[in-house]
């Protein structure tokens, strides 16, 4: 069905949402089920439904608008034909209340239990080479005395007497539009069709009771600050024995007083003095595999990079590591000696780099240095 929902709504393609609800409310006051048996009015109901909850969800609606196609329709069209769906938003316009299960019969007690979601710090040893966690929580477990039943051992529910066991009551109603018939859940037994007279004294009924647990979690290598590991079925234990929820945990990355991490390589800056820029060096790093040396070549540059294949980050279900780079910072000493002054001088005449200020002060202060030179001598 290609209709266009702006059409089918009757409304402008700028309308706004309060716009969309009315021409929405409008039709369904003579579309919807409860009012108009027409199997035709059915079907057309349920593309209005859908026109409706597409318009009115800003992120639906924008990617409607370009022309994408929108989830959260009707998958197994409309109630009767036995798929689930969150009805509550339309019913509630009708009844005031919810329908879930109009069509399913009772409601099951069983309930999906809770995710749960747990921030743990890790530093970058761990980011280089994974880790495990211990993870303790506070989460729901299964009560093992009903094993999630929720009655006492020995006792079972009793059909409910008020809906017969349908979970759901029928009323007819005055209102403006004129009779209508809306269906609620049963108030007696809420909508579950059977009544649990003993409630487990275990878990007061509940089929699940409170429990602290710790798991251990495996953390991959390579993993990025604010990943989230998901554990299925690690969350609390669902209600009535239902399914359990998720774990989830978040990591945040410590950071590191000597790396920074660029991708899978580790970087950080090395102050070496200029002699050991101009003369190579070899400097020892502390690393995660530990202590490497980093070979300076006679000669290096301020910002030249030194790199040590293969000490960096193992990337995520990947082998090969990355690198540590080393980049180069060449310190120019601030003060000098007499003697590395001296030095220095010589250096500059012999590589003709005198400047000008320099040849003068040598001129000035040939007496200093002579006597300088002469004290040198005679040490
Ligand atoms: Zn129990
Ligand atoms: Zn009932």
């Not at 009315?22 to 108009?36: E, F, G, I």
Request: aromatic share 4%; glycine share 14%; net charge negative.
């Amino acid at each position: 069905m290609n209709e266009d929902y702006y059409e089918l709504l009757g409304v402008s393609r700028d309308a706004s949402v309060e716009d969309i609800k009315k021409a929405y409310k409008k039709l369904a006051r003579s579309l919807h089920p409860d009012v108009n048996p027409d199997p035709e009015a059915q079907e057309k109901f349920k593309h209005v439904s859908q026109a409706y909850q597409t318009l009115s969800n800003p992120d639906k609606r924008r990617q409607y608008d370009m022309g994408g196609r929108t989830g959260g329709g009707f998958p197994g069209g409309f109630p009767g034909g036995g798929q689930a769906f969150d009805f509550g938003d339309i019913f509630e316009m009708f009844t005031g209340g919810g329908m879930r299960g109009r069509a399913q019969g009772p409601v099951p007690r069983q309930r999906r239990g809770g995710d749960i979601l747990r921030r743990t710090q890790i530093d970058l040893r761990d980011v280089v080479f994974g880790a495990e966690r211990e993870i303790s929580f506070r989460t729901a477990a299964l009560c093992e005395r009903c094993h999630g039943a929720c009655a006492e051992p020995g006792t079972s529910p009793v059909t409910c007497t008020q809906c017969s066991g349908s979970g759901h009551v029928q009323r007819v109603q005055q209102s403006l539009l004129g009779q209508m018939m809306t269906v609620a859940p049963c108030p007696a037994c809420g909508g579950h069709g059977d009544i649990i007279e003993t409630p487990c004294t275990g878990c007061s009924g509940q089929g699940r009771v409170p429990t602290e647990r710790t798991v251990t979690v495996k953390i991959p290598s390579g993993v990025e600050n604010g990943t989230r590991i998901q554990l299925r079925g690690e969350g609390e234990v669902g209600q009535a024995g239902g399914p359990s929820g998720d774990l989830f945990v978040e990591l945040s990355v410590a950071p590191h007083h000597v790396f920074v991490r660029e991708g899978d390589d580790l970087v950080t800056r090395l102050e070496i003095p200029m002699t050991a820029a101009a003369l190579g060096a070899s400097i020892p790093l502390e690393t995660f595999d530990g202590m490497q040396s980093v070979d300076i070549p006679a000669g290096s540059q301020p910002e030249d990079e030194i790199v040590l294949a293969g000490l960096g980050v193992t990337p995520l279900r990947r082998e090969r590591r990355g690198a540590i780079r080393v980049e180069l910072d060449v310190e120019v000493p601030t003060k000098l000696s007499d003697e590395e002054r001296d030095l220095l001088e010589q250096l500059a005449r012999i590589r003709g780099e005198e400047k000008p200020a320099a040849q003068r002060a040598r001129r000035a202060g040939k007496g200093v240095f002579g006597k300088l030179r002469d004290r040198l001598r005679d040490l």
